[in-house]
Each structure stands twice: as structure tokens, then as C-alpha cells.
């Protein structure tokens, strides 16, 4: 039985040393989730089905089919956890006929153009490598799904000295809709603020966090190399590897405060 907790019973054989025994434990959750506008299906897409309002705000806002909380009159979660019903204010709302499959967990779904082009954020905020160091372990210690089951991905905003929203799904890209639903619901600005993020960063995580103003995103693991032209193009920081004491910058190291002048982009182009 499902406990809507993201979190499914499950038991296991353990094998060990040749003999085997029966283990109790649990998986992360994972479920199919329908997002229907004024009556109208607009995205299907595999998620933890758990915290849906968060997921489905944030998907819409960083698809520019809302502004703002205000925008949405009737939100509401089927019983079954596996609909999202939302009805707008106004009612002249057409879905769009396009869809881009992102290489998100499960294959993320976009109606945007990835190669479409955003100004360059300005400089904004800047970090000490030992900023990044501390948020990155207070990320990993946030992750309450992630340390109980693993199988999970975990992000947040900061403001540089704390984590100010988090959120867990089993895509990584989800995550980054749910902490810009997170936002919508406590009103918080996501401008000027760190992305930090377990998973991989993506085209699609870069293009999401241009559109929320996000200058500094920051991973335990990999960028891609659309992520890295499309933060240079943007002026993006984008960090990966942040593991135990050290990173690697791929782009926009002004935002590092290290004392040191270098210029990525002037050097990979040698």
C-alpha cells in the first residue's frame, strides 16, 4: 500500500558471504501525474507523488503559464494523487501543441525552446569557496528521503548562508519546479539566490534557473555541455563535482571570491 509519503514498503534479498535473508526496507516512490488545465490535459509526467501543489505550481510557472499565485482560481489533487486539476482566472489559456522530452529522470517534459536566448544575468551575488563547501554538506544533511531510501534527488535555494527553500523528487528537474512552487506559496523571490542540486545539471536545469533568476547553480556531480555554452551565453555560474572541500567552475567564476582573475570562457577558446 502506497503511504503518499514518498517513501514505498518494500522487502528485499539480501545476499551476502553466499547465503541470503530476507530484508525489510523501503524505496523511493514513484508515480505517473496528470496536470490538467481548465479541464484540459496539458503534461503527464513520472514524479514522487507526494507535495503534487508545489510540483504542479512551479511546472506552470517555469513554463510561463502563470505569473503568480493569484493567477490560479481552483487548485485541486484527485484522492488517487494522480491529477492535478488547476483552473485559471482567465479562461483563455490554449496548451501548447509542442513538447521537448528533456534528458531529465524519466524524461522531463518542456514546452519551451531550449535554445532560446535569455539576457545575461548581471553579477549579483558572490560567494567564498567556503560558502559553497557548507551549503553543499547542508544540502546532503537536508535530504531526509535521500538518507532514508537514497534513489532521490534533492535541491534548494539559498541566499548564500542558509538553505531558504528544499525540495525531493525522483526526477531532478522536478525538484527545481518544486522549489519555485515553494516560492509562489511563501512568496518568495528566487532572484539573486544559489541553486543547489545533487543530480546532474542539464540543459533544461539551466533554462530553468535563468528564468528564476538564479546566477550561481552548484551540483555534487556533472554539467552537460549545452548546460555549460548556455551558462556562458547567460553569465551563469555553474559549479559541479562540489565534493567534500573542493569544485570545479565551468563558468562565470567572477561570482567565486578566491582572489584570483580568471576567465573561463577567454581560456577554453585558446
Known sequence: MHTHT?????????????????????????????????????????????HLEELALGFLRSEGIIDCLEDVEVLHVAPSGSCVDIWLREDTFVPPTKRIITSGCGGGITFDDLSGRHEPLPLGITVSPRQIVALMQTLHLSAELYNEVRGVHTSALSDGHELCLVAQDVGRHNTIDRLWGQALQKKLPTENR????????????????????????????????????????????????ARGNQFRVYSGAERICTGADIDIADKTND
Not at 518494500?10 to 535473508?21: F, M
Not at 490538467?36 to 503527464?44: D, K, P, Q, V, Y
Not at 544559489?194 to 554539467?223: C, D, Y
Open 194 to 241: 544559489l541553486l543547489l542540486a545533487s543530480g546532474r545539471i542539464s540543459s533544461e536545469m539551466l533554462n530553468k534557473a535563468a528564468k528564476m533568476g538564479v546566477p550561481i547553480i552548484a551540483s555534487r556531480t556533472s554539467p552537460t555541455s549545452m548546460s555549460v555554452e548556455l551558462a556562458r551565453a547567460w553569465n551563469i555560474t555553474v559549479i559541479g563535482y
Open 6 to 50: 514518498g517513501i514505498y514498503p518494500t522487502t528485499y534479498l539480501l545476499y551476502k558471504h553466499d547465503t541470503g535473508e530476507l530484508v525489510d526496507d523501503a524505496v523511493i516512490e514513484e508515480g505517473m501525474v496528470c496536470i490538467s488545465i481548465n479541464g484540459r490535459e496539458l503534461a503527464t509526467f513520472m514524479c514522487s507523488p507526494i
